[in-house]
T-cell receptor, first 112, second 119 residues
Framework: QKEVEQNSGPLSVPEGAIASLNCTYSDRGSQSFFWYRQYSGKSPELIMFIYSNGDKEDGRFTAQLNKASQYVSLLIRDSQPSDSATYLC????????????FGTGTRLQVTL | GAVVSQHPSWVICKSGTSVKIECRSL??????MFWYRQFPKQSLMLMATSNEGSKATYEQGVEKDKFLINHASLTLSTLTVTSAHPEDSSFYIC???????????????FGPGTRLTVL
C-alpha cells in the first residue's frame, strides 16, 4: 500500500466549477499536510498546509482534513484555466526529520 | 517571503564531468534543505536531507559518493553530481525548510529546479 495515494487523473472540470482533489494517507502518525501545485516543467509551489481537523480556507482554495478517516482534500472554487496543473499532496510524519512523503499527484484540467 | 533560488536553472555537460547545483534560501535561514530528483511524468523522489554544519542523510539507494551535498551556511546548500552519466539526466529540485521542526508547523519551500542533461 502506498503511503500517500492520489488519483492520477486527469480530472477535468469546466471553468467556474469547483474542483475537488483527494488524498489518502496510511500513517496515523502523520501530523502535517500540504498541497503543492506543479506546472509542467516547473517545480512545486506551495498552495496550502493544514495541521488540524476541519477546513482551512485561503482565497479560492479550501483544504479539508479528516484524521480519523486519514484523508485530506483540496477544493478549488471558481476554477480557472490557469489552475490546470498537477496537484501534489504531501504528508509529514512525526519523527522523520521533517521529510515529506508525496503522492504521485492529480492532474487537473480546467476547460473553457 | 519564503523564496528559494537555484543555480543554474539548466546545464548540459559531457559524460564524466561533475556538475554543482546551488540552492539558496533568500529571505530566511534554513537549517535543513532537501534535494529531490524528478524524472518525466513521475513524482518527486527525495534524494537526501541536507543539514547545516553536518553530514547529509541520504535516502536508500542514493549513492552518497556520487551526489555530494554540502550545507555550509544557513542559506546555502550545494549538490554536486560527480562523474555524471546520461542516466543522471533529470530535474533536480531543492527545498528549504522554514520554521522549527519540533513545533510541527515547519514548511518546505521549493527552488525553481535545475534541469541537467548529460550527453
Amino acid at each position: 500500500q502506498k503511503e500517500v495515494e492520489q488519483n492520477s487523473g486527469p480530472l477535468s472540470v469546466p471553468e467556474g466549477a469547483i474542483a475537488s482533489l483527494n488524498c489518502t494517507y496510511s500513517d496515523r502518525g502523520s501530523q502535517s499536510f500540504f498541497w503543492y501545485r506543479q506546472y509542467s516543467g516547473k517545480s512545486p509551489e506551495l498552495i496550502m498546509f493544514i495541521y488540524s481537523n476541519g477546513d482551512k480556507e485561503d482565497g479560492r482554495f479550501t483544504a479539508q482534513l479528516n484524521k480519523a478517516s486519514q484523508y485530506v482534500s483540496l477544493l478549488i472554487r471558481d476554477s480557472q484555466p490557469s489552475d490546470s496543473a498537477t496537484y501534489l499532496c504531501a504528508v509529514k510524519v512525526s519523527g522523520t526529520a521533517s521529510k515529506l512523503t508525496f503522492g504521485t499527484g492529480t492532474r487537473l484540467q480546467v476547460t473553457l | 517571503g519564503a523564496v528559494v533560488s537555484q543555480h543554474p536553472s539548466w546545464v548540459i555537460c559531457k559524460s564524466g564531468t561533475s556538475v554543482k547545483i546551488e540552492c539558496r534560501s533568500l529571505d530566511f535561514q534554513a537549517t535543513t534543505m532537501f534535494w529531490y530528483r524528478q524524472f518525466p511524468k513521475q513524482s518527486l523522489m527525495l534524494m537526501a536531507t541536507s543539514n547545516e554544519g553536518s553530514k547529509a542523510t541520504y535516502e536508500q539507494g542514493v549513492e552518497k559518493d556520487k551526489f555530494l551535498i554540502n550545507h555550509a551556511s544557513l542559506t546555502l546548500s550545494t549538490l554536486t553530481v560527480t562523474s555524471a552519466h546520461p542516466e543522471d539526466s533529470s530535474f533536480y529540485i531543492c527545498s528549504a525548510r522554514q520554521g522549527l521542526a519540533g513545533a510541527g508547523t515547519d514548511t518546505q519551500y521549493f527552488g525553481p529546479g535545475t534541469r541537467l542533461t548529460v550527453l
